[in-house]
């Protein structure tokens, strides 16, 4: 008796392929639609896990590894989920001096993680920048939803911690 291997499950539903599949006749071919396929795909799940790598690669008839080459050039697309909310505290060299570095560290031990992880409620992603172009703000800090918080010190970032964990703002409230 041999061992039967099952099939893996779908992770993108099949709105999200017909999506990514729409975008094929705006390209000049399939493979050109890898960064397109990458956001949506994150913007989906908030990461992109490696089983829908793979999937991106079929859907597009190309290998996982072109699809990983596209997504590892560009680093905005991490495989582990992210909280609701994603910062990027500076450490530039504007920031490291009026104390970036330092700040990086307090939100990282206020909120039990490490730089680049996720607190356990799954509210915020605390990740550091090495410049976010915001030096008159310095230290400053940047939310993914748009939200630049500076100057920074301790008792305005604890505030800036608490604002980030309520979840994003939408777009028409900036």
């Known amino acids: ?7 893996t499950p779908r992770m ?22 890898t960064l397109p396929a990458l956001h949506m795909v994150h913007s989906h799940f908030r990461c992109v896990p490696y089983q829908a790598m ?19 050039f560009y680093g905005f697309f991490p495989q582990a989920p992210l909280g609701d909310v994603r910062v990027w505290i500076c450490r530039s060299i504007s920031c490291m001096l009026r104390g970036g570095d330092e700040l990086l560290e307090h939100a990282c031990k206020n909120l039990n993680i490490e730089p680049g992880q996720t607190t356990a409620d799954g509210k915020l992603t605390v990740e550091f920048a090495e410049c976010l172009g915001i030096c008159d703000h310095a230290p400053a800090a940047l939310s993914d939803d748009g939200r630049v918080f500076g100057p920074l010190d301790e008792s305005s970032l604890q505030k800036m911690l608490d604002d980030l964990r309520k979840g994003p703002i939408p777009l028409e409230e900036l």
């Open 1 to 7: 008796m041999t061992p039967t291997t099952l099939p």
């Open 12 to 33: 993108i539903p099949d709105s999200l392929r017909q999506k990514i599949e729409s975008y094929v006749p705006r390209y000049p071919n399939k493979k050109a639609v």
């Open 54 to 72: 793979k999937e991106i690669a079929e859907i597009l008839e190309i290998t996982p590894a072109e699809v990983a080459d596209t997504m590892s």
